[in-house]
C-alpha cells in the first residue's frame, strides 16, 4: 500500500529553522521523483520545491529559494526539506507528493501524504 507521511512540523520563531521528513513505502523511491507543496489557511495548494528520482536535480518555488533545501536518502526512503530563515507567510500545511516520474517538474503529481504543520510566528 502507498504511503507518505511526513513529519517535523510545528511552532518556530521568525528567522527559525525547521527540518521536514516524508517517509516513503509501497513503491521503489528511487524510480520517481518527490515534492513538497504547502497549503495556508484560505488559499490554494502551492508547490514548493522537487527532487528527482536519483536525487540529482532540484528546483524550487521564487518564494522559497535560497531558504529551503531539498535532500533525499532512497537507502532510508526519505525525503527531507530543510527550512531556514522561515517568515510568518511560510505558515501552512506542507505534505510531500509523489509524481508520476523521475523528472521534476511543478506539475504530474499523483499521489501526496497527509502533511504536517508548520507555523511561524513569535
Known amino acids: 500500500q502507498l504511503q507518505l507521511v511526513e513529519s517535523g512540523g510545528g511552532l518556530v520563531q521568525p528567522g527559525g529553522s525547521l527540518r521536514l521528513s516524508c517517509a516513503a513505502s509501497?513503491?521503489?523511491?528511487?524510480?520517481?521523483?518527490i515534492g513538497w507543496f504547502r497549503q495556508a489557511p484560505g488559499k490554494e495548494r502551492e508547490w514548493v520545491s522537487c527532487?528527482?528520482?536519483?536525487?540529482?536535480?532540484?528546483i524550487y518555488a521564487d518564494s522559497v529559494k535560497g531558504r529551503f533545501t531539498i535532500s533525499r536518502d532512497n537507502a532510508k526512503k526519505t525525503v527531507y526539506l530543510q527550512m531556514n530563515s522561515l517568515k510568518p507567510e511560510d505558515t501552512a500545511v506542507y505534505s510531500c507528493?509523489?509524481?508520476?516520474?523521475?523528472?521534476?517538474?511543478?506539475?504530474?503529481?499523483?499521489?501526496w501524504g497527509q502533511g504536517t504543520q508548520v507555523t511561524v510566528s513569535s
Open positions: 509501497g513503491f521503489t523511491l528511487d524510480s520517481y521523483a
Open positions: 507528493a509523489k509524481r508520476f516520474g523521475q523528472r521534476c517538474r511543478t506539475g504530474g503529481y499523483d499521489f
Open positions: 527532487i528527482s528520482g536519483g536525487g540529482g536535480s532540484t
